[in-house]
């Protein structure tokens, strides 16, 4: 294959004509780095695996040869989608881990298209909402299907669609798509899939469990390892502080640097309405966004949030993958995330596509050492910053005022130390055994 620079057009990228026609209304002047990279890779069938930071264009760089693939196949005759017109099948399968990234997903496939002349049907298939308007949205099959793998397999069960005529498979977060929570449903869809097929797999940090699915379900891979962890863009900062001036501080910044349009990340559903509450105390007005909202309001308050009417928004990490929020200014790390990995995809929100942005952190003591464990995987050192009047102390105040410990009772003398110490060693042989 002919190396492409990192300077080329979409044109040199082998776009058709209708695709090109759209970017250039879109305003996408020239290529990223992954869609100068992936582009070429997904012309010539290969599996390919790659990295990059959130925010650097990847969706258009499998999307657009999936469309250009998709429709060339019509042209010529040899489309499995003409044959998902006589049935319920699907040519492309993208997975997606949330119902938002599944929607951002396919509107973004459906814009890419639209001088396309409806050559080629997306459909989008999620939770939260009724699966009998996805059932019907589906009938005759579908050209791409973008989809979370529960709701996928709820509608595979009710005969609603189809997977043994898949040509490309694409896993979008897919470190996230590999966590404890999906690895089942993976597993199933997996089994349901022909042998035969291309699969391009996205994901901006590479844990071991992406690693080793690279050895089991990909041939051959491309590998394009773009990520880093230092964003120019992206200006990150962490500010220490007492537990109990957490809040009082997160306050103090929004007021004081007047930020219009604000992420706060937090690590429960609870959190938000308690921090939410909080700030409405303090004169600061915030809307949640979390798993127990229900889809429809969930939507609501993103495009609100997209469009400027929410200022504040606090959420859980529902909201860390995956979601474009156009030239959002700031993201802080109210609770830090509990994977180091789940760090980079929060900050991620901010500084996309080149547009500047921040990224706070507040930790108290707590937190010290996980920050660092952070700063270790992620391969960054960030400096400590206090602000003034919010000064975290040398020592956390809950050590000081913690009750002493009691002290051990002695182990004993004798007769029951021996018994004491026979079983300590009879569990250690157990524990040897098991």
Known sequence: MTAVTASANFEQLGLISPLLARLAELQYHSPTPIQTQ????????????????????KTASFALPMLQHIVEQKHTGKSESSKANKGNYATGLVLVPTRELAKQVADSIKSYAAHLNGAVKTVAVF???????QMLALRGGTDILVATPGRLLDLIASNAIKLDR??????????????????????KLLALLPNKKQTLLFSATFPEQVQSLTKEL?????????????????????FTVNKGQKTALLAHLIQQHQWRQVLIFVNAKNSCNHLADKLSKRGIAAEV??????????SRVLAQFKSGEIEVLIATDIAARGLDIE?????????????????????????????????????????????????????????????????????????????A??????????????????????????????
């Open 327 to 403: 030239k959002l200014p700031v993201v802080i790390n109210f609770d830090l995330p509990r994977s180091p990995s789940d760090y980079m995809h929060r900050i991620g929100r901010s500084g996309r596509a080149g547009e500047v942005g921040l990224a706070l952190s507040l930790i108290d003591h707590e937190d010290y050492h996980h920050f660092k464990i952070i700063e270790k995987k992620n391969k960054i050192r960030l400096e400590r910053e206090q602000v003034a009047g919010f000064e975290a102390d040398e020592i956390s105040p809950d050590s000081i005022l913690a009750p």
């Open 218 to 238: 990909l041939h051959k891979p491309v590998e394009i390892q773009l990520q880093s962890s230092d964003a120019s863009t992206l200006v990150q900062r962490v």
């Open 166 to 187: 898949v040509k490309t498979l694409v896993l979008d977060e897919a470190d996230r798509m590999l966590s404890l929570g999906f690895t089942e449903e993976l597993s």
């Open 127 to 133: 939770g939260g909402v009724s699966a009998n308007t």
């Open 405 to 434: 410990k009691p002290m051990a009772k002695p182990e004993g003398t004798g007769k029951k130390k021996r018994k004491k110490r026979k079983k300590q060693i009879n569990a250690d042989i157990w524990l040897k055994n098991t």
């Open 38 to 57: 992936v582009i070429p890779n997904v012309f010539t069938g290969t599996d390919l695996i790659a990295g990059a930071n959130t925010g650097s264009g």
């Open 289 to 298: 966004f979390h798993g127990d909202k229900g889809q429809g309001a969930r």
